[in-house]
């Protein structure tokens, strides 16, 4: 079995036209009944105190599992600290990181992990996830479901790169 050298940017192509797809049908199909929330619901979402929780997510220097994570930080506009570990640092960080593992929300200091818990944590307090329980429930379906896309395209899509 040989990995040609090309294997690796045509996977991440391949996963990308994947992503972009699914985002695009979501965004065209979807955005309409999300829409973007004003400064003062995110504010009543997310005020506990009379100061705004800071927020640093922490996650390798790449997309990944992160990158929906920062997309819903950046599009609602709340400030956080990107945090890059470089892979060579991740052995040592490793287990100072709840679970073993990346991304790490840190609110206030307080690590949480889980990209799908987080994920959700950012819509809510963006404004973005819905209240009533059925599409509540509809998100996370969807939420879910490239979540196992993400999970299963790298190794489907080298399995066909390697036999290509």
Not at 1 to 8: D, E, I, K, Q, R
Not at 24 to 36: A, D, E, K, T, V
Not at 44 to 59: D, G, I, K, N
Not at 124 to 153: F, H, M, Q, R
């Amino acid at each position: 079995m040989t990995v040609h050298a090309c294997s690796f940017p045509r996977l991440m192509a391949y996963r990308h036209r994947c992503m972009s797809g699914i985002l695009g049908w979501l965004i065209h199909n979807c955005s309409h009944n999300f829409p973007r929330p004003t400064s003062d619901k995110r504010k009543q979402v997310t005020a506990r105190s009379c100061e705004m929780p800071t927020y640093e997510l922490e996650y390798f220097d790449l997309g990944g599992r992160a990158d929906t994570i920062r997309l819903l930080l950046y599009a609602a506009g709340i400030d956080f600290k990107d945090t890059r570990i470089p892979f060579a640092e991740w052995p040592a960080k490793k287990p100072t990181t709840p679970l073993g593992n990346v991304p790490v929300l840190k609110i206030d200091g307080t690590d949480y992990c889980q990209s799908l818990a987080l994920i959700t944590y950012a819509a809510k307090i963006a404004g973005w996830y819905p209240e009533d329980p059925l599409d509540a429930l509809k998100c996370d379906e969807v939420a879910n479901s490239i979540s196992e896309v993400i999970s299963t395209s790298p190794r489907v899509s080298l399995m066909i790169t390697l036999y290509i």
